[in-house]
């Protein structure tokens, strides 16, 4: 079973300036997630989609930060304009339903805001 | 505010030793406590998981104990090998898995021969 896909693993971007995020969950999970891990902290839950609906995005910036997942499947996180305090890793993780099911994480895409 | 506590930042355990870990949360609607490890330039994957009508789980050298009344659970390593280098999440999720999953600072272990 192929994991969680994200790309680009890496970013540099200059400050003012917008960067989107790609991910593929694995085949069949109906829920994905997208979370936002600053160096030495713990995933925070950006935003969290059920097939194409939004679940949760309480704490996602709305104001740069946007998300959608239009078929169900591949999800793209976008920041406009980024700030420096935007640097971090952005996880994907993907689960088969809500609730206690299992979440898996992809790689991360590292962004880094000059 | 932070809702799962986890210390230490950072451990050293010789080869060999018991590593431990420990956690604490006030919200008492959590009631599923996973813990994740995570190595460099990887995502978190989920190592053990506990609910709170038990005290403690055991998989392999891993360990859960948990302590409902002191909402405190911690996380053992048996053996610990350098393998086992890494950084350890714990984390909680509650109300029948209905809200976010929340996750510690994180602790990095290092195992060393």
């Known amino acids: 079973e192929a994991g969680v896909a994200q790309s680009p693993r890496y970013k540099i971007i200059e400050k003012r300036q917008s960067v989107a995020f790609w991910c593929n969950p694995i085949?069949?999970?109906?829920?994905l997630y997208w979370y936002q891990q600053i160096l030495g902290q713990g995933p925070k839950l950006l935003i969290q989609f059920q097939n194409n609906g939004v679940v949760d995005d309480s704490q996602l910036p709305k104001d740069r930060f946007s998300a959608e997942r239009l078929k169900g499947v591949d999800s793209t996180l976008k920041i406009q304009p980024a700030k420096l305090e935007d640097s971090a890793v952005y996880l994907c993780?993907?689960?088969?339903?809500?609730?206690?099911?299992?979440?898996?994480f992809g790689p991360g895409t590292r962004l880094t805001v000059l | 505010q932070q809702q799962v506590k986890q210390s230490p930042q950072s451990l050293i355990v010789q080869k060999g030793g018991i590593s431990i870990i420990n956690c604490a949360y006030e919200n008492t609607a959590f009631d599923y406590f996973p813990w994740y490890q995570q190595f460099p330039g990887k995502g978190p994957a989920l190592l053990i998981a506990?609910?709170?009508?038990?005290s403690e789980k055991k998989e392999g050298r891993f360990t859960i104990s948990f302590n409902k009344s002191a909402k405190q659970f911690s996380l053992h390593i048996m053996d610990s090998q350098p393998g086992d280098s890494a950084t350890y999440f714990c984390a909680a999720i509650g109300n029948s898995g209905n809200t976010p999953l929340v996750f510690g600072k994180g602790t990095r272990l290092s195992v060393i021969a």
């Open positions: 993780a993907s689960s088969r339903v809500m609730s206690y099911n299992e979440q898996f």
């Open positions: 085949s069949g999970h109906a829920t």
């Open positions: 506990i609910r709170p009508d038990v």
